[in-house]
């Protein structure tokens, strides 16, 4: 079965400080993985996603996030965070192996906060 | 705006009531799908639709019955839910049902089951 951890419910950062929001994944064969945001009252954004080549995947609002397959972990990163990237964001996966199927899976969420 | 649309943005219902979510993609998507999103648990995917045939049902409970009449629609009819039903309801849309396409997703149904 193919699962997803999101370790921090929020993350706090002062703007203008890098940012890093934490996913771990557990699957039985090589993962395809998204990062994805959701602002109040919206559905989920795409951001980012990791299917194959270069571990460092640039996504949109200058998010990249880092594929590393010892450590299984996506995690999202940007170098300067701004007020306006406060929002819910999910790490999701699915499993490379025809049993992940079209599930997609994802974490519970980190709300990241971004103060001035 | 991400091209999918759900209507109503919120509903409250009786738990004996008879209503339907509608979802619309203008983005020749032809893969649709049904989430779930309760506070502090993850997404949970009900139902998938691939070329408006159903290929996964994440074992829903029968009060929720899902319709998709065409690529660019997908209903979900409910009826005699139960409060612990009262959630955020998520359409989402990709190119097809294949494992490396992202999804794009409406902003979803608040439904309250009184």
Redesign the interface.
């Given at each position: 079965a193919q699962s997803v951890a999101q370790p921090e419910d929020q993350v706090n950062v002062a703007e203008g400080n890098p940012l890093t929001v934490k996913c771990t994944y557990s699957v039985s064969g090589n993962p395809y993985l998204f990062w994805y945001v959701q602002y109040p009252n919206r559905g989920l954004q795409f951001l980012l996603k990791y299917i194959t080549g270069d571990n460092l995947v640039k996504g949109s609002y200058g998010f990249e996030a880092e594929f590393n397959k010892s450590q299984t972990s996506f995690h999202l990163k940007k170098p300067s965070a701004l007020v306006s990237d406060s929002a819910l964001y999910f790490c999701a996966v699915r499993d490379r192996v025809t049993g992940g199927g079209n599930k997609l899976t994802f974490g519970t969420g980190t709300q990241l906060k971004v103060e001035l | 705006e991400?091209g999918?649309t759900?209507t109503p943005r919120h509903l409250v219902m009786g738990m004996t009531n008879k209503k339907s979510l509608k979802c619309e993609q203008h983005l020749g998507h032809n893969?649709m799908y049904w989430y779930k999103q309760s506070a502090?648990?993850?997404?949970e995917?009900m139902f998938?639709y691939?070329f408006k045939e159903q290929?996964?049902n994440?074992s829903v409970p029968s009060r929720f019955s899902p319709e998709c009449p065409n690529s660019s629609h997908l209903f979900l009819h409910l009826h005699t839910l139960q409060p612990e039903d009262s959630a955020l309801y998520?359409c989402?849309s990709s190119q097809t049902?294949s494992?490396?396409t992202?999804?794009?997703?409406?902003?979803?149904t608040r439904l309250t089951v009184v």
């Open positions: - | 991400t999918v759900q893969a502090k648990k993850p997404l995917l998938v691939n290929t996964e994440n998520l989402a049902a494992m490396n992202e999804a794009f997703f409406g902003q979803g």
